[in-house]
């Protein structure tokens, strides 16, 4: 590639320094309060304690990843079953901070998750994640993070833009317990193949 044909991007926006100036009184004691406020919560030896939050993802992930080992722990899934469906909303997506709107992507693979775990596509909050899965666009909205995802586990296909499987069988690892089709089963399949407009 010729230097010629290389873009020049700039790191920021050229006016950013017009309006968050390192020097702006409101700027310096924000940053002073939340110092304050850290420093207050650390403990004697250093340390500071809190609460971790997750949103569904990791359970999601983790769920599907111990069905592509083809070692599920019955106990952990339930637990992670468990997690995803307390963080449902009540527009029957996920989010993926707290007080945050529904997002496509923790959405379908939340979805992937439940499914793969054995809910039935037919329950209440299955019905509920499809519909808002739909509303925000199917699986063309994802980000490219989250379609290579689907497309690593077999489920979709970058070059078509397609939700059906187009990895050859020996780049794939089959996913064990669902003898109908060599990737994730039938069910995700389908499920795949309706979120596309």
Same mark, same amino acid.
């Given at each position: 590639m010729r230097s010629a044909d290389i873009i020049s991007?700039?790191?920021?926006?050229?006016?950013?320094?017009e309006f968050y100036s390192p020097n702006d009184d409101e700027i310096l004691s924000a940053t002073a309060r939340a110092q304050e406020n850290l420093l207050q919560q650390q403990k004697p030896d250093g340390h500071w304690c809190g609460e971790l939050i997750v949103d569904s993802t990791l359970c999601s992930d983790y769920i599907v990843f111990m069905h592509w080992c083809g070692e599920v722990d019955a106990q952990l899934q339930r637990r992670c079953v468990r997690h995803i469906l307390k963080r449902q909303l009540p527009d029957g997506g996920w989010n !993926?901070?707290? &007080? &945050?709107?529904?997002?496509?992507? #923790?959405?379908?693979?939340a979805y992937l998750a439940l499914k793969l775990a054995g809910s039935s596509v037919d329950a209440p909050f299955m019905r509920e994640a499809r519909a808002t899965i739909l509303r925000l666009g199917g699986i063309p909205q994802m980000n490219t993070f989250s379609k290579l995802y689907l497309a690593l586990l077999g489920q979709f296909c970058p070059a078509t833009n397609n939700c059906?499987?187009? !990895?050859?069988? &020996?780049?794939?690892?089959?996913?064990?317990?669902?003898?109908?089709?060599?990737? =994730?089963?039938?069910? #995700?399949?389908? =499920? =795949? #193949?309706?979120?596309?407009?």
């Amino acid at each position: 590639m010729r230097s010629a044909d290389i873009i020049s991007l700039p790191t920021t926006r050229p006016d950013l320094e017009e309006f968050y100036s390192p020097n702006d009184d409101e700027i310096l004691s924000a940053t002073a309060r939340a110092q304050e406020n850290l420093l207050q919560q650390q403990k004697p030896d250093g340390h500071w304690c809190g609460e971790l939050i997750v949103d569904s993802t990791l359970c999601s992930d983790y769920i599907v990843f111990m069905h592509w080992c083809g070692e599920v722990d019955a106990q952990l899934q339930r637990r992670c079953v468990r997690h995803i469906l307390k963080r449902q909303l009540p527009d029957g997506g996920w989010n !993926i901070y707290h &007080g &945050g709107p529904s997002e496509i992507n #923790a959405s379908v693979k939340a979805y992937l998750a439940l499914k793969l775990a054995g809910s039935s596509v037919d329950a209440p909050f299955m019905r509920e994640a499809r519909a808002t899965i739909l509303r925000l666009g199917g699986i063309p909205q994802m980000n490219t993070f989250s379609k290579l995802y689907l497309a690593l586990l077999g489920q979709f296909c970058p070059a078509t833009n397609n939700c059906t499987s187009c !990895i050859p069988s &020996g780049l794939s690892k089959p996913i064990c317990g669902y003898p109908e089709v060599r990737s =994730f089963g039938h069910g #995700a399949i389908s =499920f =795949f #193949a309706s979120m596309t407009p």
